[in-house]
């Protein structure tokens, strides 16, 4: 393994490899990492030529490509930056192996393709997920099922027109949700339930700061935000940034039971 030489080094935290021309790592995580596994917490791989997340199998080319994972050794890996590179798509149980992972990088990538269980794994740790910059178009109900911990979505600059009833609802910790720089528009935020989101008795008191500026809203009906709707009425928002819209009209009562808004 290239890291050998440092396998009696065990306060061995943080690799930094951005800005490089990294395509693949050659071998199972166990050898390229070897030494270093089970001390690092922190992993830089921004800005390289990564096209995927999976080892692909060598001797059985038949139908299961999926390969395994290629940070799966990584079990104590806290931060894991994967910003800048050429991944199309995320695989089922990318991740499944990072139980101890915080912290994930993924925006400014080509990603479109989101598949179920793609963050299976990442259930009780994950605070952070950064997505942005992307292209992805639709928000399906299940991309975030899991992640339960979440304080923090980042889903701008995408190519945004859907999000699926309950695409949100298990999140339960989350305090930023950042949507701007999409193609929403009034029928995407009317669509039933879309925005529901379940919070946890712990995070009932934080109030959700949501983003979606330079979208293609065109009105703010009293339904959206007062009490009686029934969708962005239950993110119990402080603050909500709406510039950049085409919003024609703001009706009576929209800010209804918004008394938590700053």
Same mark, same amino acid.
């Given at each position: 393994?290239a890291?050998?030489a440092?396998?009696s080094g065990?306060?061995?935290?943080?690799?930094h490899l951005?800005?490089?021309? %990294?395509s693949?790592?050659?071998?199972e995580?166990d050898?390229?990492?070897?030494? %270093?596994?089970?001390s690092?917490?922190?992993l830089?791989?921004d800005? $390289?030529?990564?096209g995927?997340?999976?080892q692909?199998?060598q001797?059985?080319? /038949?139908?299961d490509?999926?390969?395994?994972s290629?940070f799966?050794c990584? &079990?104590?890996?806290?931060? =894991?930056?994967? !910003?800048?590179?050429y991944?199309?798509?995320?695989?089922?149980?990318?991740?499944s192996?990072?139980?101890?992972?915080?912290?994930?990088y993924?925006d400014?990538n080509q990603i479109? &393709?989101?598949?179920?269980?793609?963050?299976a794994?990442l259930?009780?740790?994950l #605070?952070?997920?950064?997505? /942005?910059? $992307? +292209? %992805?178009?639709?928000?399906?109900?299940?991309?975030?099922?899991?992640?339960r911990?979440?304080?923090e979505? !980042?889903?701008?600059l995408n190519?945004i027109m859907q %999000?699926?009833?309950g695409?949100?609802?298990?999140?339960?910790?989350l &305090?930023y949700?950042r949507?701007?720089? $999409?193609?929403l528009?009034? #029928?995407s935020?009317?669509a039933?339930?879309?925005f529901?989101? $379940? +919070? !946890?008795k712990?995070?009932s008191k934080?109030?959700?700061?949501?983003n979606m500026?330079?979208n293609?809203? !065109?009105?703010?009906n009293?339904g959206h935000?007062s /009490?009686s709707?029934?969708? =962005?009425s239950?993110?119990?928002l402080?603050?909500?940034?709406?510039?950049h819209?085409?919003?024609?009209? &703001? #009706?009576?009562g929209a800010f209804t039971?918004?008394?938590?808004?700053?």
């Amino acid at each position: 393994g290239a890291f050998d030489a440092m396998s009696s080094g065990q306060n061995f935290r943080r690799l930094h490899l951005g800005h490089n021309q %990294i395509s693949q790592l050659d071998g199972e995580c166990d050898a390229v990492f070897a030494g %270093i596994a089970q001390s690092l917490t922190s992993l830089h791989l921004d800005h $390289n030529f990564l096209g995927q997340l999976q080892q692909q199998q060598q001797q059985n080319s /038949s139908s299961d490509s999926s390969g395994s994972s290629m940070f799966g050794c990584l &079990v104590n890996l806290n931060e =894991l930056l994967l !910003t800048g590179n050429y991944l199309r798509e995320l695989a089922p149980y990318a991740f499944s192996q990072l139980g101890q992972l915080k912290y994930l990088y993924l925006d400014n990538n080509q990603i479109s &393709v989101i598949r179920r269980d793609a963050f299976a794994g990442l259930d009780s740790s994950l #605070e952070l997920l950064d997505l /942005s910059g $992307n +292209k %992805i178009e639709q928000v399906r109900w299940h991309f975030f099922a899991r992640l339960r911990q979440l304080t923090e979505l !980042t889903l701008s600059l995408n190519r945004i027109m859907q %999000i699926e009833p309950g695409a949100f609802e298990h999140l339960g910790q989350l &305090v930023y949700l950042r949507l701007q720089h $999409n193609y929403l528009d009034d #029928e995407s935020v009317e669509a039933g339930d879309c925005f529901r989101l $379940n +919070k !946890t008795k712990s995070a009932s008191k934080q109030k959700l700061q949501l983003n979606m500026s330079h979208n293609e809203l !065109t009105r703010l009906n009293a339904g959206h935000l007062s /009490s009686s709707g029934s969708n =962005l009425s239950s993110l119990q928002l402080e603050h909500f940034v709406l510039n950049h819209n085409r919003v024609q009209l &703001v #009706e009576a009562g929209a800010f209804t039971d918004c008394s938590a808004l700053q």
